[in-house]
Nanobody, 124 residues
Framework: QVQLVESGGGLVQPGGSLRLFCETS????????VGWFRQAPGKEREGVSC????????DYADSVKGRFTISKDNAKNTVYLHMNNLKPEDTAFYYC?????????????????WGRGTQVTVSS
């Protein structure tokens, strides 16, 4: 059973930055896809970013392009979400998920494993 643990969330002022961590229990990230999703109260889950760990290709939601960057550390089997210029509308519970089949940024329902999430609050 693969386990994913998110961390790095917190309270930040508008314009600030946070780095989220998605630590995985896999032996190697090669061949998998990891995605970041978020859900705000009263809103549907939204895909934020994903990285295909077989070729390093990435994708981002339009709402975060230019502000968020997804990256990985193969040695630590960890995927990061670097979030800059945060806005109040980025406030949400952030989850990472892993697609064991390594598909290119699939829909949320195609991800095999999910973490429990970490809260990000952007407020002055």
């Amino acid at each position: 059973q693969v386990q994913l643990v998110e961390s790095g969330g917190g309270l930040v002022q508008p314009g600030g930055s946070l780095r989220l961590f998605c630590e995985t229990s896999v032996f190697s990230l090669d061949g998998y896809t990891v995605g970041w999703f978020r859900q705000a109260p009263g809103k549907e889950r939204e895909g934020v970013s994903c990285i295909s760990l077989s070729d390093g290709s990435t994708d981002y939601a339009d709402s975060v392009k230019g502000r968020f960057t997804i990256s990985k550390d193969n040695a630590k089997n960890t995927v990061y979400l670097h979030m800059n210029n945060l806005k109040p509308e980025d406030t949400a519970f952030y989850y990472c998920a892993l697609d064991a089949l390594g598909r290119v940024c699939p829909d949320a329902d195609d991800y095999t494993y999910w973490g429990r999430g970490t809260q990000v609050t952007v407020s002055s």
